[in-house]
Antibody, heavy 123, light 110 residues
């Protein structure tokens, strides 16, 4: 069974920074692209960022481009989201989700999800 | 405002068939695969349907997906109380070069 566990969520002031981590219990971790998907309180799902299995390619949603950075450490089976310049609208539960293949493309789906970590941005 | 439009709510009685629509455009649903996700109250989303109509292992065959043109549908047959949840569609959008999610539909079992 695929297990993903997020950590690092916290309260932060506008303009601050946070780093989220996702630990995976996947044997062939590098064979899968990984992503961060967020959900604001009472709202729908929004794709934040994706990183390919090798780490060579990344994708960012328009709302976080230039502020967030995704990275991964295949030896540690972990993926990270460095968040800078936080805004109130970044307040959400952030889910780590595995994609169904090593590359980010139209044919993949988000096939395993962690339980999420809450980020609150408020003064 | 989501690129993919879903009805905010749907409902049915136990045993009934409920269908949820997901409307998009040629740049997303019209030319790419659709996936569906179930989110039970207070829990993380779960993949229900991939590549328009494929059920992952463990997903009951009461759930089925289809696509026609720029719209997709998720059908739940033999509705059960444990199906009460939020349901989201998703598809790759060519203009964004990334996935977009639908606005979500809350299914209530009466």
């Amino acid at each position: 069974e695929v297990l993903l566990e997020e950590s690092g969520g916290d309260w932060e002031q506008p303009g601050g920074s946070l780093r989220l981590s996702c630990a995976a219990s996947i044997f062939t971790f590098s064979a899968y692209a990984m992503s961060w998907v967020r959900q604001a309180p009472g709202k729908g799902l929004e794709l934040v960022s994706v990183i390919s299995g090798s780490g060579d390619n990344t994708y960012y949603g328009d709302s976080v481009k230039g502020r967030f950075t995704i990275s991964r450490d295949n030896a540690k089976k972990a993926v990270y989201l460095q968040m800078r310049g936080l805004r109130a609208e970044d307040t959400a539960t952030y889910y780590c989700a595995r994609l169904s293949g090593p590359f980010y493309s139209d044919y993949v789906s988000f096939d395993s999800w962690g339980q999420g970590t809450l980020v609150t941005v408020s003064s | 405002q989501s690129v993919l439009t879903q009805p905010p709510s749907a409902s049915g009685t136990p045993g009934q068939r409920v269908t949820i629509s997901c409307s998009g455009s040629n740049s997303n649903i019209g030319s790419n695969y659709v996936s569906w996700y179930q989110q039970l109250p207070g829990t993380a989303p779960k993949l229900l349907i991939s590549r328009n109509s494929q059920r992952p292992s463990g997903v009951p065959d009461r759930f089925s997906g289809s696509k026609s043109g720029t719209s997709a549908s998720l059908a739940i047959s033999g509705l059960r109380s444990e199906d009460e949840a939020g349901y989201y569609c998703a598809a790759w959008d060519d203009s964004l070069s990334g996935h977009v999610f639908g606005s979500g539909t809350k299914v209530t079992v009466l």
